[in-house]
């Protein structure tokens, strides 16, 4: 496995509440990529960054905002948990000079989250 | 924006059958088509992928088609084993994102 870590990998929270997931990669990858997967969805973006501090919206990107300051870390968070947002959240990382999703995405082991 | 349809959703053989799912596209720009499987509780890995100036590629019991012009692409595992049980999912990449397919549980009984 490319070297990705997630954390926390489970949490659970109650309604209204901030949470902040971390995606940290050791391998140096420009992309870092924020998914969610649900039952019956498959795997959904919610943002991307294509360089530190350059983010942009994916498909589900409402109530999730992300900060990239360094290279190596990718955060997404939850500014007012809702139970819509109890899933399994993914990152992942990709090498690619241009485009960014045209060369394998790598991914990381994945955080159960739980709103209460 | 791009929309992959996959099917079928669940997909059960016998051992040593081969085992097809298919995924169709919908935005012609899109030229890199990945697959991935997991396994329950795991991270989805890359199995194979193809892009769009190829319209085949194979990996072992694994091959992948591709047919821009009918915008479908395809996943084929011949001599199925257990442990390719799982669920396989599609992917479809038109610039800045990968578009998954809602997911293909494949079960093979021994």
């Known amino acids: 496995d490319a070297g990705i870590t997630q954390s926390p990998r489970h949490k659970v929270t109650e309604t209204g509440t901030p949470v902040t997931l971390r995606c940290h990669q050791t391998?140096?990858?420009?992309?870092m990529y924020w998914y969610r997967q649900d039952p019956g969805h498959g795997l959904r973006l919610i943002h991307y960054?294509?360089?530190?501090?350059?983010?942009d919206k994916g498909e589900v990107s409402d109530g999730y905002s992300v900060s990239r300051s360094k290279t190596e870390d990718f955060l997404l968070t939850l500014e007012s948990a809702t139970s819509s947002q109890t899933s399994v959240y993914f990152c992942?990382?990709?090498?690619?000079?241009?485009?960014?999703?045209?060369?394998?995405?790598?991914f990381g082991p994945g955080t159960r989250l739980l709103v209460l | 924006g791009e929309n992959v349809e996959q099917h079928p959703s669940t997909l059960s053989v016998q051992e040593g059958d081969s085992a097809v799912i298919k995924c169709t596209y919908s935005?012609?720009?899109?030229?890199?088509f990945p697959w991935y499987k997991q396994e329950l509780g795991k991270r989805p890995q890359l199995i194979i992928d193809?892009?769009?100036?190829?319209g085949e590629k194979k990996d072992q019991r694994i091959a992948v088609t591709l047919n821009k012009t009918a915008k479908h692409f395809s996943l084929h595992i011949t001599e199925t084993q257990p442990e390719d049980s799982a669920v396989y999912f599609c992917?479809?990449?038109?610039?800045?994102?990968?578009?998954f397919g809602k997911g293909t549980t494949l079960s093979v009984s021994s």
């Open positions: 193809i892009r769009s100036n190829v």
């Open positions: 992917a479809a990449s038109p610039q800045t994102a990968l578009i």
């Open positions: 992942a990382i990709s090498d690619a000079t241009s485009g960014g999703s045209q060369e394998t995405q790598y």
């Open positions: 960054s294509y360089g530190v501090k350059d983010t």
């Open positions: 391998e140096n990858h420009r992309y």
């Open positions: 935005d012609s720009a899109s030229n890199y």
